[in-house]
């Protein structure tokens, strides 16, 4: 099968019992997505499939032939962080930093579905953008856990990166 990764087109011959979370691992030695619960429930090992947030532990490989992936290796350019990731650092949003790259790419799809428009649960009115409250993130983000508990770093995080993506989040700044 043949997969776009991190914007390189990439080769490997699999089992068709491989998810993408070993494909990535052990054929493709990108470890930045992480094995955490394998059932999909804690989020490590999110990556973006054709720009949309999977736990790749659920996913087999095979199923994503000649699609894209983006891991956590791909946020940034080769000399500098993505301002995601900046704005991570800057605020501590890790700890122990295992979550961390499951955390980066699930809070990257969320804020390309806040500038598409994408209502969440708490979206409280849908005729206008979703204003990217405290609240607006922590339910955008519940998919991921975080057994260090850096939730408030990760909302002030997530927060400034989307300032930093500029108005067309949509007014994302709103005060929470």
């Not at 491989?18 to 429930?41: I, M, N, P, S, V």
Request: net charge negative; hydrophobic share 40%.
């Amino acid at each position: 099968m043949t997969v776009e990764v991190n914007g390189v087109s990439r080769e490997v011959t699999l089992d068709n019992r491989t998810t993408l979370l070993d494909t990535l691992r052990e054929h493709l030695d990108l470890t930045g997505a992480k094995k955490g619960c394998d059932h999909g429930q804690c989020g490590s090992c999110t990556v973006l499939l054709d720009g949309r947030r999977v736990k790749s532990c659920l996913v087999f490989a095979v199923t994503v032939d000649g699609r894209s992936v983006m891991t956590v290796e791909g946020l940034a350019g080769p000399d500098e962080l993505s301002p995601l990731q900046s704005a991570f650092i800057a605020h501590d949003a890790f700890q122990c930093g295992y979550c961390t790259p499951g955390q980066l790419c699930s809070a990257r799809g969320m804020l390309d579905e806040v500038s598409q428009g994408w209502p969440s649960a708490v979206t409280g009115d849908l005729s206008t953008p979703a204003a990217l409250t405290d609240a607006e993130i922590r339910e955008r983000m519940a998919g991921n856990l975080c057994r260090c508990a850096a939730y408030p770093h990760i909302v002030a995080a997530v927060r400034e990166a989307a300032g930093a993506r500029g108005p067309a989040a949509g007014a994302t700044r709103a005060a929470s």
